[in-house]
C-alpha cells in the first residue's frame, strides 16, 4: 500500500515536470499528432540536445511513449489525460488570486 507521504513525494515530482516550459511546449505539440526530435526542434527553436533531455524527462516521467520504425523516433502522448490535468490547473489560475500574479 502506498503511503500518503510516497503519494505526496509523487505529486511533487509530477508537478516539477510539469513546471519546465520546454516540457510543457512538447506536451502541447503532441497534442494532436506525434513528432520527429526534428519536428520539435524546429517547433520550438530549440537545440537537438536541449529537447532530447526534455523527452528523456518526459518519458522517464511516463507522460510521452516513443515508437521506433528503423532509425527514426516518433514521440506521442501517453495518456490524453495530461491535457484534462492541464486544462484544470489553467481553470484554477483563470478563477483564483493567481491570475493576478500570473498574468
Known amino acids: ?56 524527462i518526459l518519458l522517464q516521467s511516463n507522460i510521452i511513449n516513443v ?3 528503423g532509425v527514426k523516433k516518433t514521440y506521442y502522448i501517453k495518456s490524453p489525460q495530461i491535457y484534462s490535468v492541464l486544462d484544470q490547473i489553467t481553470a484554477f489560475i483563470k478563477n483564483s488570486e493567481f491570475s493576478d500574479i500570473l498574468v
Open 1 to 56: 500500500m502506498i503511503s500518503y507521504s510516497d503519494e505526496l513525494d509523487s505529486l511533487v515530482e509530477f508537478i516539477k515536470v510539469l513546471a519546465e516550459r520546454s516540457r510543457l511546449d512538447i506536451i502541447l505539440l503532441l497534442k494532436d499528432t506525434p513528432k520527429t526530435p526534428i519536428e520539435l526542434q524546429e517547433a520550438l527553436k530549440k537545440s537537438q540536445s536541449t529537447v532530447s533531455q526534455q523527452l528523456k
Open 67 to 69: 515508437r521506433q520504425e
